[in-house]
């Protein structure tokens, strides 16, 4: 029987499932009603933190990034040594240093090889005749690219300045006299000159007739000075009363290099103009030694004066002259003068600085146009008995002469006034003063 009754129960359906009353959700139960099984296998969720961390994310392939691209390099640019540097607002490009430096060079090369020259070849007339010359051009080479160098230095240097000084067309000089030695006396002179010019078409040179006549405006005095002369009230014989006239004729000639060349040119070069400037020289003195009459006349022909400008930059040139000279002496009493017969004389040159100087800007509304040069020279001429005379070195050297020139020219005037001031050293300090007129011209550039 109660195996009967087992099987009845295994064979027999199961209860229906609504029957059986459904368990709470999990949310709804009690703790209390929550087994320990149950809490160990659903736990209840952790709280997220306060700083939650991302979550790391691969990147993209990194073709597949898109970016900006990066700027361009750019050098700093890199500013040239002064020697390679261009004159600013010139063109072409003219490397002032370099041509200083080059001038300079040129000047102490050709100064020390002269004087060795007149050591070892002698002078007048021999092949050491020119060396004293070049000698002297060397030194104002040294000399002016010196002071050109300063200039530069200074800023004062740059483009060309229209209206630059040149030898006015009429002028009127004025030689201060006087005398550093007692008892004598060395009278003021009077000369004028003329400098018409003519101006090639395109800017390509110019002509010009150069002029001057002047003289003494008295006597020139020179004394004995030795003991034996002396009179008894301490004054000294009297050696040479002298009164003369001079002039001066010749022309200019200024030729530009063609245009293909200078364009071809270096920049350390600059600009370079080919000079001829014949001369004439005629001196007239009457002279009294003691007590009898002299005349004194003598006659320069300079016919090969050729020469080179040299432009450093566009405000400093540097000019160099040189020929071989022949005189024509004669000397006698008065109305019985002979004339001898022309002879070699010692060789003629000029040596030439020349710097423009700024003074008023020209666009200045209502006010004239001021324009200043510096000039420094040195002429290598016997011929008026002046010249630098150091101890027993008598007879050698020429004469340094120095000015400053200031142009003014009235606003839209055809005519400029022109005044210089300046001093030639040699038989003395002789100082100067001219005042001249500038007019416009002949010809004139024509395209």
Same mark, same amino acid.
């Given at each position: 029987?109660? $195996? ?13 499932? =609504? ?71 010139? +063109?072409?490009?003219? =490397? ?8 300079? #060079? ?37 000399? #002016? ?24 067309? $009429? ?9 550093? =030695? ?30 001057? $006549? ?37 022309? +200019? ?51 090969? %004066? ?47 600085? +020349? ?24 002429? =290598? ?7 630098? %005379?150091?101890?027993?070195? $008598? ?53």
């Amino acid at each position: 029987m109660l $195996v009967f009754g087992a099987l009845l129960l295994l064979l027999s359906p199961p209860a229906p499932l =609504h029957d059986a009353p459904e368990p709470a959700p999990v949310e709804q139960r009690s703790a209390d009603q929550l087994d320990p099984a149950s809490a160990e296998v659903l736990p209840l969720p952790a709280a997220p933190p306060s700083d939650p961390t991302p979550a790391w994310v691969e990147p993209p392939p990194p073709e597949l990034i898109q970016s900006e691209p990066p700027d361009p390099f750019v050098e700093p640019p890199v500013r040239p040594r002064r020697t390679q540097r261009c004159l600013p607002e010139v +063109d072409p490009c003219v =490397h002032t240093m370099s041509a200083r430096l080059l001038l300079a #060079g040129l000047g102490a090369i050709s100064t020390a090889a002269a004087v060795v020259l007149v050591f070892q070849a002698g002078d007048r007339g021999q092949i050491g005749d020119p060396a004293m010359a070049i000698a002297g051009a060397g030194v104002i080479a040294m000399g #002016g690219a010196s002071i050109g160098g300063i200039v530069g230095v200074l800023g004062r240097d740059g483009p060309t300045l229209p209206d630059r000084i040149t030898p006015a067309t $009429v002028a009127l000089s004025l030689a201060l006299g006087g005398s550093d =030695h007692t008892d004598e006396s060395v009278p003021y002179g009077l000369s004028g000159s003329i400098a018409p010019t003519w101006s090639f078409p395109r800017d390509r040179g110019r002509l010009r007739l150069i002029g001057s $006549v002047g003289g003494n405006l008295g006597n020139q005095l020179e004394r004995d000075p030795r003991p034996q002369t002396q009179d008894p009230d301490g004054s000294f014989a009297t050696a040479l009363e002298r009164h003369g006239w001079r002039f001066d004729l010749g022309l +200019d000639l200024a030729v530009r290099l063609p245009y293909p060349l200078a364009q071809r040119r270096p920049g350390w070069l600059g600009q370079l103009e080919l000079r001829y400037k014949p001369l004439v020289l005629f001196a007239h003195d009457s002279l009294t030694l003691g007590e009898e009459p002299r005349i004194s006349q003598r006659l320069a022909l300079i016919p090969l %004066n050729f020469g080179v400008r040299w432009h450093i930059s566009p405000r400093q040139r540097f000019t160099f002259y040189m020929s071989p000279r022949w005189d024509l002496n004669g000397y006698g009493e008065p109305g019985n003068v002979p004339l001898g017969r022309f002879t070699p004389a010692p060789i003629y040159a000029e040596s030439w600085f +020349d710097l423009d100087i700024p003074l008023r800007k020209l666009a200045s509304a209502g006010r004239p146009a001021v324009i200043g040069q510096y000039t420094v020279g040195y002429v =290598h001429s016997r011929f008026y008995g002046e010249g630098m %005379n150091f101890g027993s070195v $008598v007879g050698f050297l020429g004469q340094v002469a120095t000015q400053f020139a200031v142009r003014v020219r009235p606003l839209g005037s055809p005519v400029a006034y022109q005044f210089e001031l300046g001093a030639r050293v040699g038989g003395g300090l002789n100082p100067y003063a001219r005042v001249g007129l500038v007019l416009p011209n002949f010809g004139g550039p024509r395209q």
